[in-house]
């Protein structure tokens, strides 16, 4: 089964991701010729289907370590396996493309949990993900092949399971004399650094601390959760960055370890948000987003020229995710280093927002043809590992029965 | 890489089994050829790997709707990855056989919570099920293709996920001429009723209530969790079933249900027998056990006797799990039902105690082959499905990067 549609030489391929803010579920149908850093892809379709705030606070209330419990994760893995059929089957009628010619679904699934650090049992030390969203339902609703769960194998290899972008950022961008740099700001930031005429495991990448989660949970707050992002940077447009508040956020922990290093949620949330604005009381909110923008900007571009400028000119900066569509970040961006280009994903074939969606099918696209998917200068893994589990579709000869 | 498995003479398949009472892990190591009712099997090793108190207690701990969070799950989902694959090299060992060579891994997972009810959500009823174990842990381990998560598909064909024995059942005991049922006493007790020269579909299957479940929470709350099942029956054979307790018992509302059913482990649970008891409170231990001894005898008998003889004249009871080693209840079984031969496993080809194992086995060889491994008129299924999802071993191409 799985041989036929290796074989084939497009491979109709759908993309469902839902990131950790569980804001909703990206969809993408795209056509892929050839694998790695050979693919070639059409995007047919993509589209967003947003959770419900009622869905979208079921899944933030097991989030976590101490959240949830096992009837409610069991109830969200089936349900979300659910939405993610849905959002599966509707990105094939946007496509206007009928559900049994689609080779493969590449799923995500929702970020429960997510442990990179290593801790001790009896035995064994031991360090995992807990992503939800059934395949075994998005398989029989569609009938498509699912593959799934892509960062537990790059764990169980010794990677912390992230950053997964920085293969489709080689295919994507690699260029035989230009060297690039793929910054993509979603509620985390991270860093795909690809020097001219880079073999694959020369790319590097990490995390460079705060994408949007800062700005976004600043606000939540000032809002109280009736707004959840700082449309096109209004807020932070309209204010000053506060020197002292911006100097305080400069001491979080994270901004002083080396790369590979990777970021949990929690680190830039809103947590830490409320305990650093405790000593600010008196700040307006326009001041602390555009401070928070500042340190956005700042963190970002202090790890380029810290850990990717010292070696090697990079030409370019190619930004994606939520960051891309503000103003204010992009902006700082080109002040704060006026010799690269500032770019965004929009100007090269996979448009921003189809972006994270289409790397679930690259990634699927991968499995099916045998290929490792992950980037082990990226994620710190100790090899090139074949990704995600497979769920079988529905095929002719299972009607035979 | 599966076609290659597929298309093998002989595969060799290991199986790993966790019931939900957390004892330990079951595996088998098995050679199987061809598939299906005409599988062929010759079983190489076989061992259980009991869990410690303080591991049993973890699992123990985030079972049930309300248990554990994301965080102990997470752990957990990593944590019994490690030691399924410490399973698998250990019976490959047994076997005195390389890993290398080993075709398939067949692992069930731990369950955490099942829930075959639908549950309604926001557009969609929901039901499903949690099984923690990576797979993805096990297959880098041990370098083998694992297959994971039988019952989730079931179950998204709308049938229960249980019981997944029928096949095997059918496979191992059918007769041209002989009616069988098979009878499997485990925590809850089923029953798989084998007509003579019966085609799978014509093969039933069903929970007929208590297996161990009760006795062994009856030991265990007399004993203050020293002792955890009574060897032998030596208890329930010293007292004498009490008559107001059984035909309390008898009133259990599962009872009443018609086929198929399944029963969750809660319902003949400590919380239940805690229950029923406090209205005898005077009674001894050796008769309690001697009463739970009368009702899980009773229960099974009944419901072969008002749901499989009706119509067909079963000639022979094939008894597997615990229950076939306790003698109280075999001789209790062949008192009620004079007519019926009552063996066990052993008389078979494949001796009790590896026979779960070897039941993953079975279903993950099915999956290789594309085939479908759940039984409609057992589960409840709209249709015979493939079951679980294929996580790729180590191949040699994978070596080559």
């Known amino acids: 089964m799985l041989n036929t549609i290796a074989a084939k030489d497009e491979r109709l391929v759908i993309g469902l991701m839902s990131g950790t803010s569980a804001d909703g579920i990206d969809a993408a149908l795209v056509g892929i010729q050839g694998q790695g850093a050979d693919s070639s892809f059409s995007l047919m379709a993509s589209d967003t289907l947003r959770f419900s705030p009622g869905v979208r606070a079921r899944i933030l209330q097991c989030q976590g370590a101490r959240a949830g419990d096992a009837g409610e994760i069991t109830l969200l893995h089936a349900y979300l396996g659910e939405l993610f059929a ?3 089957l ?18 995500h699934g929702q970020t429960l949990y997510h442990m990179p650090t290593s801790v001790p049992m009896p035995g064994f030390s031991v360090r995992g993900t807990l992503q939800v969203g059934n395949p075994a339902i998005i398989a029989e609703r569609t009938g498509i092949t699912v593959v799934s769960d892509f960062r537990s194998r790059d764990m169980a290899a010794g990677g912390q399971g992230a950053p997964l972008v920085a293969y489709l950022d080689y295919a994507l961008y690699r260029h035989h004399a230009r060297s690039r ?11 795909t650094a690809i020097p001219a005429d880079a073999k694959l495991s020369q790319v590097t990448a990490f995390d460079t601390g705060p994408g949007n989660s800062l700005m976004d949970a600043a606000v939540s707050h000032f809002t109280q959760g009736a707004q959840g992002l700082d449309r096109n ?13 911006l100097a305080r956020l400069l001491e979080h922990p994270f901004l002083k370890k080396a790369p590979p290093k990777s970021a949990e949620k929690g680190e830039f949330g809103p947590a830490f948000l409320k305990a650093v ?9 326009a001041d602390v987003l555009a401070t928070l923008a500042a340190f956005t900007v700042q963190t970002i571009t202090t790890a380029i020229l810290e850990h990717c400028l010292q070696d090697i000119r990079y030409e370019e900066i190619i930004v994606s995710g939520g960051g891309a569509e503000n103003p204010v970040l992009m902006a700082g961006l080109r002040k704060a280093l006026p010799k690269l280009a500032v770019t965004t994903a929009d100007d090269y074939s996979i448009p921003n927002k189809a972006k994270e969606a289409v790397l679930m099918a690259f990634l699927a696209n991968e499995t099916a043809r045998g290929s490792a ?25 299972d009607h035979e029965l």
């Open 90 to 107: 509707h990105i094939c009628k946007k496509g206007g493309v009928n559900p049994l010619s689609v080779d493969l679904i590449g799923s």
């Open 233 to 245: 940077g209004t807020m932070a447009a309209s204010g000053a960055a506060n020197p002292a508040l």
């Open 86 to 88: 849905h959002a599966a």
């Open 181 to 191: 740099i793929a910054l993509n700001i979603g509620g985390i930031a991270n860093v």
């Open 373 to 397: 998917g992950n980037v082990p200068s990226a994620t710190g893994a100790r090899r090139p590992v074949v990704l995600g589990s497979i769920t079988p579709g529905i095929q002719a000869w």
């Open 277 to 285: 604005l405790q000593d600010f009381p008196s700040l307006q909110p």
